[in-house]
Each structure stands twice: as C-alpha cells, then as structure tokens.
C-alpha cells in the first residue's frame, strides 16, 4: 500500500533539490586552472595598428638596450685585455647571441648605420637614410618608430659617442685612436671614414624592420618567453 504523504513529501523535496541546482557541489575537474590558462593563451586577441606600433617601439628599444649593453661589456673586456686588436672582433652588437635572439622573438632585423662609414656595406637606404639625416640634422632625436607598408614597420634610434672607450677606435688619429691602430683598422676596411669623433657626437643609427605579423605573434601569444640579458 502506497502512503501519498510520503510519496508527496519525496517529490517536493526531489524537485527543490533540481531547482536549486547552485546549492550542489561539483567536484572541481582536475588540472583545470592549467586548462583555463591555457585556453585563455589560445584566444585569438584582436590588436589595434596603434598597439602594434607601441609594440615594436618596445621591441625596437629592448633590442638597442641589449646590444648596447653587449657591445659595451665585449668591448671593455677586450680594450683591456688585447687593446684595439682584441676589441675589434667584437664591435658588431647585431651580430651578438641576444640580439639575434631578440630578433627571432619579435620578427625583426636589427642593423646599424652612419654616414661615416667604417664598413661601406653598412650603408643605410630608403626611409633608413632619411631618418640618419633627420639625427644629422638634429630634427629627430629620439627612438622612432614608422609604418612602411602594410607588411613592415622601421624603428630607428640614434648612436652617440658615449664614452673615451668609444674614441680609441673611433678618435682623431695620433691622439685619442693610436696610428698603429688606425693602420690596422684600415687593414681590415680600406675605406674606413669612422674617425674624428669627439665625446657626445652622433656616431650613427640603428635601424630594425620589423614584420607587424612578428609583433603581432609575440603580442598574442601567452605566455611569453623570457630573454635573459645577464644584467
């Protein structure tokens, strides 16, 4: 024999307990705060042209500040242990472990320029030269950063002479740069035009192409890969 207020009462309460559906605990499934991050890292994130922009003038000054810091630690290293011989193997801080790091990173280019040359192949081109006149000239004096297609973006950032280090390659022959170094840096570029410099004098210009599809890789991928700069 069935007793309807029992059957009542078990119907009322299975039902309560369906609607109330927020009152039940769910046994969290495990792993899933590293499977939230990680679909949060997929996430297709859309980018603004100013974002990217602002991007790869980060980019851009992340791998001068690298190269810079590189080129000045391999030189001293060298001056003081070998003089101007040992040191001029590594004056190329684009040619430098980070820096190519950097470049992979960012889909990025990194090259330096001036209009006195040590290496005639260093030559800038294009909108290149036109930003090195512009330092020349004393119109631009600070890092740029500009579109040139819609593929590629130019980040330029001048070079000073910033220490006596610098003019012991880069001084008045017979004073600050030796005449036996001055030989045997003509040795390796005959048509070195590199010298006279003083402290404080523009001695050149980095310039990066960037890809904005780099940038815009390195911006929508999370998380991002540390570079390690040693300092």
Known sequence: MFHLPRILYAITFAAA??????EVKVK????????????????????????????????????????????????????????VAAAMAYCLPEQSDIVQAMEQKYGGTARRTSLKLRNPANKAEGAAAVALQQYA???????????????????????????????????????ELSEADHELIRQKYPADEAIGYAPGELRGMWHIRFTKQGIVTDMTTQPKKKIKMGF
């Open 137 to 175: 000239r004393g119109s631009q004096q600070e890092p740029t950063i500009q579109e040139l297609n819609q593929q590629e973006l130019l980040y330029t950032a001048p070079i000073y002479i910033r220490s006596e280090s610098c003019l012991r390659c880069h001084g008045t022959p017979g004073k």
């Open 17 to 22: 307990f369906i609607v109330s559906g927020c």
């Open 28 to 83: 969290p499934v495990e792993g899933g705060k590293e499977i939230a991050k990680e679909l949060e890292r997929r996430k297709v994130k859309r980018v603004t042209g100013a974002q990217i922009l602002a991007a790869a003038r980060t980019a851009g000054d992340s791998i001068v500040a690298a190269g810079q810091y590189q080129l000045d630690l391999d030189l001293q290293q060298h001056l003081d242990s070998g003089g």
